[in-house]
């Protein structure tokens, strides 16, 4: 059974820039959810997405944006990068929309 | 929405004590609370969670009980061991017309002291 796996760990953008994450399912689960994480503070919910559609979302700006595909992977895309972005970025997979998430390593992001 | 407080924001104990950390959450809807921990430069792994229509579950050293009236949950975790330091989260989940929403605490750093 593989584990979650993001990409990639580190990135640093400048402000203004637009940013890919992406994330690849433990094997056999549907449905992703992406988080973010500020030094010292608890994940932040982004969205999630069930099945190739966003099923439900935090408070977050429609400059963040995603895509699940078939084989269930997904990405993360945020738009006018602005300082405040930097941050860990997780993503945690499950079998079904409601059950137990497990996170994948992060990929930290830099905004200068 | 929902807000998820945690308490305390550090804990420091003598190894082979018990560390406590609560939860508090605002949105009777909640329905399902794990917790994980995350060690420093490492994933949130978790460790225990608990379903609404269940008051308390345990996994050997660690136990979660949730009082649903009250709208709090605690992580008890017993005889501990230098290994549990860490950072500990609780979250609490949602279900929506609109879909899943899902809220964590601000966390607690635990230290044990050999």
């Known amino acids: 059974e593989t584990g979650v796996t993001q990409s990639p760990t580190h990135l640093i953008k400048t402000r203004g820039q637009q940013v890919t994450l992406r994330c690849s399912s433990q094997s056999g689960h549907n449905t992703v959810s992406w988080y973010q994480q500020a030094l010292g503070q608890g994940p932040q919910f982004i969205f999630q997405?069930?099945?190739?559609?966003?099923?439900g979302r935090g408070n977050f700006p429609p400059r963040f944006s995603g895509l699940q595909f078939p084989n269930y992977s997904s990405e993360l895309n945020v738009n006018a990068l602005e300082l405040d972005d930097s941050a860990l970025y997780l993503c945690?997979?499950?079998?079904?929309?409601?059950?137990?998430?497990?996170f994948g390593p992060g990929t930290r992001l830099l905004v200068l | 929405g929902e807000n998820v407080e945690q308490h305390p924001s550090t804990l420091s104990v003598q190894e082979g004590d018990s560390a406590v950390i609560k939860c508090t959450y605002s949105?009777?809807?909640?329905?399902?609370f794990p917790w994980y921990k995350q060690e420093l430069g490492k994933r949130p792994q978790l460790i225990i969670d608990?379903?609404?229509?269940?008051g308390e579950k345990k996994d050997q050293r660690i136990a979660v009980t949730l009082n649903k009236t009250a709208k709090h949950f605690s992580l008890h975790i017993t005889e501990t061991q230098p290994e549990d330091s860490a950072v500990y989260f609780c979250?609490?989940?949602?279900?929506?017309?609109?879909?899943?929403?899902?809220?964590f605490g601000t966390g607690t750093s635990l230290t044990v002291i050999p």
């Open positions: 945690a997979s499950s079998l079904y929309s409601s059950e137990t998430q497990y």
């Open positions: 979250a609490a989940t949602t279900n929506k017309n609109t879909g899943n929403q899902f809220y």
């Open positions: 997405y069930y099945r190739e559609e966003e099923n």
């Open positions: 608990i379903r609404s229509n269940v």
């Open positions: 949105d009777s809807a909640s329905n399902y």
